[in-house]
């Protein structure tokens, strides 16, 4: 059982080029989130999908795009790389049970140069 | 989802009792209390939940007072290896509600010698 799984682990990207960070889940859970932390701060939302076919917006979503491409995919865009957008991004997913318990994915670290 | 406060840092030495108090004064009547452990370059992971009184697990224990306004992670006689931020959440657990989660800055524990 994998759990929530993250691809690429590490990413160097030149400002202005794009790519997608992808997420894939096992646990047939409905929700997944996608969330970026920089150094010495805590978790930020940036979009999340509260089921299949639907996203939703969270605290800085300025810069990205995502797709819930089925019930286990849910997928990160950066359409024009900035510095500002070095960070770990981390993809988490939760199912339909009591209280906000989710699982997290070991992180991509991304750096914008 | 109800806001939450709670301490930046703390300190504290091996061998100790580790309190970390989280407020929440506008939780909802259906909201569980739900800490986070993250240590440093991994995803958070959840340690322990609870709607009321006090629950106990391996890891920690969690006061809830009656008004539930508060809450307290207590972390028996803490070790190097508990030096991690620590985040308090309180979400809805109305069946079927998967929507998002706040972090907040979470508090940073550090365990010294």
């Known amino acids: 059982n994998a759990g929530v799984t993250q691809t690429p682990k590490f990413q160097v990207l030149k400002t202005g080029q794009s790519m997608t960070l992808q997420c894939a889940q096992d646990?047939?859970?409905?929700?997944m989130y996608w969330y970026r932390q920089d150094p010495g701060m805590g978790l930020r939302l940036i979009y999340y999908?509260?089921?299949?076919?639907?996203?939703d917006k969270g605290e800085v979503p300025n810069g990205y795009n995502v797709s819930r491409l089925n019930k286990r995919e849910f997928s990160l865009r950066l359409e024009s790389a900035a510095p500002s957008q070095t960070s770990v991004y981390f993809c988490?997913?939760?199912?339909?049970?009591?209280?906000?318990?989710?699982?997290f994915g070991q992180g991509t670290r991304l750096t914008v140069v | 989802l109800a806001k939450t406060t709670q301490p930046i840092s703390m300190d504290s030495y091996e061998g100790q009792e580790v309190n970390i108090t989280c407020s929440h004064n506008?939780?909802?009547?259906?909201?569980?209390i739900t800490w986070y452990q993250q240590f440093p370059s991994q995803g958070p992971r959840f340690i322990i939940q609870?709607?009321?009184t006090k629950v106990t697990n391996e890891v920690a224990s969690l006061f809830i007072p009656a008004d539930r306004k508060s809450s307290t992670l207590s972390l028996p006689r803490v070790s190097l290896s508990d030096t991690a931020v620590y985040y308090c959440?309180?979400?809805?657990?109305?069946?079927?509600?998967?929507?998002?989660?706040?972090f907040g800055q979470g508090t940073t524990l550090q365990v010294k010698p």
């Open positions: 988490a997913s939760r199912g339909r049970t009591a209280g906000p318990e989710a699982f």
């Open positions: 999908s509260a089921s299949e076919g639907t996203t």
């Open positions: 506008n939780i909802a009547t259906n909201d569980y």
């Open positions: 646990m047939n859970h409905n929700s």
């Open positions: 959440l309180v979400g809805d657990q109305v069946s079927g509600n998967t929507g998002k989660l706040i």
């Open positions: 609870g709607y009321k």
